[in-house]
Structures are given as C-alpha cells and as structure tokens.
C-alpha cells in the first residue's frame, strides 16, 4: 500500500507537466497506452497468459471504462484549471464513495464504527493539509470533473472486486488486459481534442512517459492485488495517503511551504488510514501462517495442500500480499 501511495501520489505532478505541450485526451491515451505496454512484458516475461472469454472481456471493458479511461480523462481535464492541492483533496473522497457504494450493492454490510470514523477522519485530515477553503476553483467545472473521477473510481474498484478478482484469473493478466480496453476506449475519444498538432517538449514527453510505465502501469497492478487481498474499500482508502505524498514530495523536491498545520493534517490522514484497515478478528486468523487481516481467501489457502495453495495463489484468490 506504502509503494501504491508513492508511485499514485506522483500522477498530479506528471499530469500538470505533461499537460503543458498534450491535450487531456493524448495524456489520456498515452498513460493508458504505456501502461498496458508495460504490463504486458512483465505479462509475458512471466509466462502468463491474457483472460479468455466473452464474458469475462465484458467485464473488463467495464471496469476499464469507470477505472480507468473515465477517470483518466477527467483528470487531465481537471487539472487544466484547478491546482493540484485542490485535486488531491477531491481524490481522497474516493474511499467514502466506494463505502456508500459499498453499502448499496451489499459489499460493506455492518460497517464498523471504528471504520467509517477513520473514513471521515482521512477526509478531515486531507481539508487539513491542502485549506481547500483558502484557494479559488473549488465549484469550477475543473472541480466537478476532478471529483467525477474519485467517484467513478470507486465504481470501478466495486465492479473489479465484484466480477473480476477472485475468478481464477491472474491480477496480472487483469490488470494488463484492462489498460489494454482502456487503451481501445480511449482510442475512440481522439477526434475530442486528441489530433491536434503541438510541440511536445523534452520535459513534457518524460513527465508523460513516467505517468504511463510507473504511475498507471506498475501503480495499477498492485491496485489489482490490493482489491485481490483486502477489497475494493480498503483499496480505495490509499487515495487517503496521496495527498501525504504530494506535500511531502513538494517540500523536499520543489522546496514549497511546510506548515504546522500540514504537518498536523499528514498525522490525521495516517490515523485515519490506520483505523480504515482495522479488521475484525477471526477465529481462524491464528492458524500459523494467517497474514494479518487476510481473510477467509487466505485461511483456505493455508489449510490447503502445498500444491493447491500455490496454484490457488497464481490465480488472484488472494494474489500479492507483497503489494
């Protein structure tokens, strides 16, 4: 999650850049484009295959729609008139969309108070950090898609969890196969802006290129594996730790302020994370060998024979706890 938060907390540095020579609909298509490149060598490089079936591609274009090219594309629209602090507060509400949908599909049954205060907390932390109160553009139409996006990711972590992990196909070949659609969709916006010429500079084409390999690619595989382990909630609850990422690369980086109150923010926003991955015990959580937190996916896979856990594993029931 710590990894996912770094790489995920760059993206609105490497937009703002690249947003300086590309429309939003060629940083669209680019970032999907790269990341499902590189999934897919790291795909074959492990000699794993793309998912099969009519249905399951369905899903996937799905799920690539709302995870991708909706949200990716509202971004970079976004971030043409609204700073970056204000779009890393609209972000963090991504975990109290995914609860409220969570709740409404039957997905997050008996939400526990510790749970839904660390949710509110975050949120609380994040309006700590960035004053959203202090700065202009928070009702623009830039706003409104920037918090578009939070909610259509936490349409597309629900749908994911729901028809695509845990099905017996690998996260990685999810994961690659959805960039790959999302790639296919975006592809279809490109007369929306997407043909015009412009001069790319240097600095715009290397911005693009890490949004693409490193904050879409490698960022959205180990999404994958946290819905795979944890759920789509407690997947979503990283957008919590973005803001914590972006000041704190800001203030080493690029020397901006670092006040009293941000720090005090960055403090609540941890405490809240913290209490959002909270999990009930379970009995079965002490068989030796239970990764805390893991669930009853990875209880099974313990009792299992070696031979049945391993195949079990490399097939997403409860893939990466690396991640």
């Known amino acids: 999650m710590g990894v996912l938060a770094l790489l995920w907390g760059s993206t609105f540095l490497w937009i703002k850049l690249a947003l300086e020579s590309l429309t939003p609909v060629q940083v669209t298509l680019i970032r999907c484009a790269l990341g499902a490149a590189t999934l897919t060598v790291l795909l074959f490089g492990t000699r794993k295959r793309l998912p099969r079936g009519r249905a399951t591609w369905k899903h996937i274009f799905v799920a690539a729609f709302f995870c991708n090219a909706l949200p990716f594309g509202l971004f970079s629209v ?76 936490a349409v597309g972590f629900a749908y994911m969890g729901h028809h695509l992990v ?44 890490l949004l693409g390999i490193f904050a879409t690619g490698v960022t959205f595989h180990l999404t994958y594996r946290i819905i795979a382990d944890e759920g789509a909630t407690n997947a979503a ?13 800001g203030a080493v980086v690029l020397d901006e302020a670092f006040s009293l109150r941000v720090a005090a923010g960055m403090v609540v926003v941890l405490l809240g994370v913290g209490m959002t991955r909270r999990q009930k015990r379970n009995p079965g959580s002490d068989v030796p060998g239970a990764p805390a937190g893991s669930g009853s996916a990875s209880q099974d896979l313990v009792r299992m024979p070696p031979a049945r856990a391993e195949a079990a594993g490399d097939h997403g029931v409860c893939g990466g706890r690396s991640a």
């Open 78 to 153: 976004g971030e043409q008139t609204v700073d970056s602090g204000i779009a890393g507060v609209l972000n963090a509400t991504t975990p109290l969309w995914s609860v409220l949908i969570g709740l409404a599909i039957g997905t997050e049954r008996g939400l526990r108070p510790i749970r839904l205060a660390g949710l509110l907390l975050g949120f609380a932390g994040t309006l700590l950090i960035f004053a959203p109160w202090h700065q202009a553009g928070l009702a623009s139409w830039g706003a409104l898609a920037l918090l578009g996006a939070a909610a259509s990711y």
């Open 166 to 209: 845990g099905k017996g196909v690998p996260t990685l070949s999810l994961s690659a196969a959805q960039l790959m659609a999302a790639t296919g969709l975006t592809t279809l916006a490109l007369p929306a802006g997407g043909l015009e010429t412009i001069h790319v500079d240097p600095m715009a084409l290397i911005a693009v290129a």
């Open 237 to 249: 609850t990283v957008g919590y730790l973005l803001p914590v990422v972006s000041v704190g690369l």
